[in-house]
Every structure is written in C-alpha cells, then in structure tokens.
C-alpha cells in the first residue's frame, strides 16, 4: 500500500522535504486544504446538482438532501481522492510539482496517508445519511479513487483505465446519485442513465487534457498517461474526440426526445469550443490548460442544459399521466 521512499525519486527535493519536515509536527490548516485541493471540488457538485435538477422533483421539498449531496460529492468524496492521489503520487510529484504538500515536506511524515484514510472513512459516514443509494454510490466513488491511486491496481497508470475510472466517479456517479437520491432510491431511469453514461465518457476527455502538465514526470516513474502513451498531439486529438462526440450524441438524443431547444443548446456549446480544440490541436502541450480553463466550462453547461431538459421532460409526463 505503500510506494518506493521519496529520495529514489529525487534526491534534492527529497533531502530538502526531509529538513523541513524535521522542524515541524504537523501540517499547518491552510496546507491541510492545500492537500484537498477545493479547485477539484467543483466538478462532482456540478455533477450531482444536475442529477438533482433532471430528477424533476420540486428543490425547495428536498433542500436538505441537496446539500447533503453537495457536501458529500465535493467536500468529501473528493477531497478524499485528491488526498489519496497526493500521497501516493508524492514521487511522480516530486518531479512535476515539488512545492505540491508532500514532495516539498510542509505536509511531514505520514500526515498525507492519514489524511486520506481519516477523509475517505468520514465520507463513508456521511453517506449513510443519504440512503441505501447514497451509500452504495459513495463506496464506489472511494473504491475507484483508492484503485486509481494506490498500488497494486493503481489504475493510474494506465490512461485509458485511469481516466475512465475518473470520469466515472467524478460524472456519472455524482449525476445518478443526485437523480436518485432525490426519487427517494429510486431507479434514475433510462434517460438519465444514457446522459450520465455520455457526459462520463466525455469526462474521459478532460482527464486527459490534465496529464499534459505532467508528461515528464509521468514518463519517468512509468506512469502510461494518454500523452506519454500516444504523444501529445494524439493524445490531443484522442481528448477532443471524447469529449465533443457524447455531446453530439446528447443533442440528438434531445432532439429524439422533442426536446429541440435543449439539444441546440447543447450543440451551440459543442460549436463553441471548436476554435478551443483548434489551438490545442495545434500546441497541446501549451493549450491544455485554456481548453480546461475555457472549454470545460462550456461542457459543464452543457451538461446542466440537458439535465434541464430531462426535468422538463419529466414534468410533462407527470403532467400526461395525471
């Protein structure tokens, strides 16, 4: 469960861990929160928030399982993964970000590997507040964060599998669990099903874009990301193709639901990030970051304009049926 020590991965940023770590005990808060990463927190929210809306139940009955959903997707079921990715990426870490918690020693000793157990374990607890689904969603979400991080599945170290495992818990899960939750353990159904399933395979994409930062040090330690596995203009292209065809599936998908305005909604979001894709094409290594910055958010909103459409959906169906 453990990875080789940090000086075989580079000895002066190692040595120089190793004498800050000595001067102190214990990690100061603002590193504690530097280690959970709240920047990351935002997808799986976002996720969970749209399982919520394309339920089609009424928010303002079920405020109190929103937020308990939101706490449990972000704040904890992610922070948790960030958490165990640190620790046990320290020495890939070490090459690409030594100022990183653990590489540069302000979180000393052993503190990250306890942070992580002592996260995933609350974000079990809490998820028994949300039911028989929430729990169950939230044990997986754990599992494929330990299996992706930890030796000796480490899916990490396969692009394919690591991002698809990513991609899942961070998209997929979030979505079905907020749809669920709010139908009281319901069954999500088909639609939401298919529309989670799509927007976690576009997921795929976007993890990619993230290992563009880490190609050196990913190389090094023997981490087989789609960059380091493909080159980075394949792998760019790989990304752009993940990410634009589920949208372009989702917005006929629409259309087939007579949901028209939804589904050009979603394809002037897909239009949009074209130019993005263009430029990262072109220089990925350096683009990747503005497609993230940029892009995404167009994906996302994509995301939330077919969860819209979903709960619309619902509503006249309800309608019908009474």
Known sequence: MDTPPLAHANPPQAAHADSDAAARSRPELRTVAELLKPITWFPPMWAFACGVV??????????????????????????????????????VDAINEPNRPIPSGRMPGR??????????????????????????????????????????????????????????????????????????????????????????????????????????????????????????????????VFMLVPQLVVAALLVNWQLPWHAAAVLALAVLQGPLMLKFLRQPVERALHVSAFGVPLFVSGMMVSAWGLRQLSMLQHTVGT
């Open 54 to 91: 394309a339920s089609g139940q009424a928010l303002s009955a079920q405020w109190g399982l929103l937020l308990l959903g939101l706490v449990l997707t972000g704040p904890l079921v992610c922070a948790s993964s960030q958490a165990v990715n640190d620790w046990f990426d320290r020495h």
């Open 111 to 240: 503190w990250g590997l306890g942070i992580a157990i002592a996260w995933t374990l609350l974000s079990l607890f809490w998820a028994t507040l949300m039911g028989p689904w929430g729990f169950a969603a939230c044990a997986l979400a754990i599992a494929l964060s330990w299996a992706y991080s930890a030796p000796p599945v480490r899916l990490k170290n396969n692009g394919w599998w690591g991002n698809a495992a990513c991609a899942l818990s961070y998209e997929g899960l979030a979505w079905l669990t907020g749809t669920a939750v709010m139908l009281g353990g319901a069954w999500p159904g088909p639609y939401s099903v298919a529309l989670a399933l799509l927007y976690s395979v576009g997921a795929h994409g976007i993890m990619t874009l993230n290992d563009f930062k880490a190609i050196e040090g990913d190389r090094q330690m023997g981490v087989a990301s789609l960059p380091v596995q493909l080159g980075a203009h394949c792998a760019a292209r790989t990304a752009c």
